[in-house]
């Protein structure tokens, strides 16, 4: 199963490429030495990361040829914006400015937050609303990422984290081998361009460690994402240089004060400083927040978007608290899917052409929760690729979804769910 179709390269300028994929152009960076125009390659993230011979790439391309107009008029035909009766006129002048393409103000944001889980027109209209966004700024593709969680290890204590240093659970961490043996399954077997590898801030990896882990999954010419914590940026730099590309770091909260009280030992403005650096370093960002944290206020949910947004991320990455049993928020209400929704289709009107994760914690909400944020602006996924043993021990929260299921099946799933709605699992670039 392939996860992203090769393109061919039209155009060379320097170190922008332009790729054709069945008529539809998308400019990438190209790092390789030896690209030319006619070649076949597949980008990630907006970078060529591999080179593919023709042969194969006609091959793939004849399969793909008749799904790729077949999922996009599905995608189109469910991305139709449906004005009914009896929406709140206010919702309906600021989706005027969205359908203008106007940027909107932080009180119009707070509005469309506050609209009442009751008032089901209005919400409804918001969803289809960043769904058609999402479908004129970037068609139907979805980039479905693997993720290995190689250790459950944190130096931290965060209140809300069910791998927190204090909490007793059976600890693993993935030897480098283990770890790069998982990524060559993930791309050779399943056919993943993109990993995710996420620990907790587990320093038992040194750089020699991570460099090696790196620069040894990147000869599977893959987009390589690390999600490994607070690190110095000479630790981020030298893993850049041996070939990871992208860091997916959450803020958790823009709320100071709630960062302090839940996050102790750590430092609000450092980890702010880190994703800005990273961004200069040249890597792809993936960043973003908690929703539901104790004393969280609509306006902070705002603010959490509006500071995701000032980072130029690719991709935004937040979801709901789900409490974790033993930590000290095993308590605390989670936030309902409806409030989530809103929040991924504020976010698709506030960054009309990012990506927008829907995350494993939004999936525990409901049965219907992973489709319905694909539904209301969201189009990226992660599969979990973690050796089975270790999945279930990476307990961030409790009662995690999927983690019973195999690998194939829940590739297989997620693929049906995308092809029901239109969407191609493919990541087309920038
Ligand atoms: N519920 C949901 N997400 C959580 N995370 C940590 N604990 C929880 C929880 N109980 C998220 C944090 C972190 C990411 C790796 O996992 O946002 O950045
Ligand atoms: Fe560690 Fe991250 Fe969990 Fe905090 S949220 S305890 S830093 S894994």
Redesign the pocket.
């Known amino acids: 199963m392939c996860y992203a179709i090769p393109g061919k390269i039209v155009n060379l300028n320097n170190k922008i490429a332009i790729v054709d994929y069945f008529g539809e152009k998308r400019n990438v960076l190209n790092e390789f030495e030896n690209i030319k125009i006619g070649d076949y390659v597949y980008a990630q993230g907006g970078i060529i990361i591999d080179k593919i011979p023709e042969k194969d790439a006609l091959e793939i391309l004849n399969f793909w040829k008749e799904y790729f107009f077949e999922l996009k008029k599905i995608d189109q035909k469910l991305s139709q914006q449906r004005v009914s009766q009896n929406v709140n006129t206010e919702v309906l002048q600021i989706l005027q400015k969205v359908n203008l393409n106007q940027q909107l103000g932080k009180d119009e944001l707070l509005k469309l937050l506050q609209i009442s889980t009751t008032d089901t027109n209005s919400l409804n209209l918001i969803y289809t609303s960043a769904n058609n966004v999402r479908q004129k700024e970037l068609d139907n593709a979805c980039c479905v990422h693997g993720i290995i969680e190689f250790s459950n290890y944190c130096k931290n204590n965060?209140f809300?984290?069910?791998i927190r240093k204090d909490r007793s659970i059976l600890r693993y961490r993935m030897l480098p081998n283990e770890i790069i043996k998982t990524a060559e399954i993930a791309v050779k077997k399943f056919g993943f361009k993109a990993i995710v590898l996420?620990s907790g801030e587990d320093f038992w990896y040194n750089d020699e460690n991570l460099v090696s882990i790196v620069k040894e999954i990147r000869k599977f010419n893959i987009l390589i994402f690390l999600?490994i914590g607070v690190r110095s940026l000479e630790t981020y730099q030298k893993l850049y240089n041996a070939g990871a590309r992208a860091v997916l770091i959450?803020f958790?909260t823009s709320n100071k004060n709630i960062f302090a009280k839940l996050r102790p030992q750590t430092n609000f403005q450092e980890r702010i400083e880190l994703i800005k650096s990273l961004k200069k370093l040249g890597y792809i960002i993936a960043t973003g927040?908690?929703i539901g944290l104790p004393n969280e206020t609509y306006e902070d949910i705002i603010n959490n978007i509006l500071l995701t947004k000032s980072f130029e991320p690719d991709m935004y990455s937040f979801?709901?608290?789900?409490?974790?049993i033993g930590?000290p928020?095993e308590n605390v209400k989670t936030i309902d899917e409806t409030t989530v929704l809103k929040i991924i289709s504020i976010t698709r009107f506030v960054d009309r052409q990012s990506k927008i994760l829907i995350t494993s914690?939004f999936e525990t909400l409901s049965k219907e929760a992973k489709r319905n944020g694909l539904l209301s602006g969201g189009n990226s996924l992660m599969i979990n690729v973690t050796p089975k043993n270790y999945a279930k021990l990476y307990e961030?929260?409790s009662n995690r979804p999927n983690i019973e299921k195999t690998i194939e099946e829940n590739i297989k799933n997620t693929i049906e769910l995308l092809y029901s709605l239109g969407r191609a699992p493919t990541d087309l670039g920038i």
Do not use: V
Not at 319 to 324: K, N, V
């Open positions: 965060c809300y984290c069910g996420q999600s959450r958790e927040f908690l979801g709901p608290l789900i409490p974790a930590t928020l914690s961030i929260y």
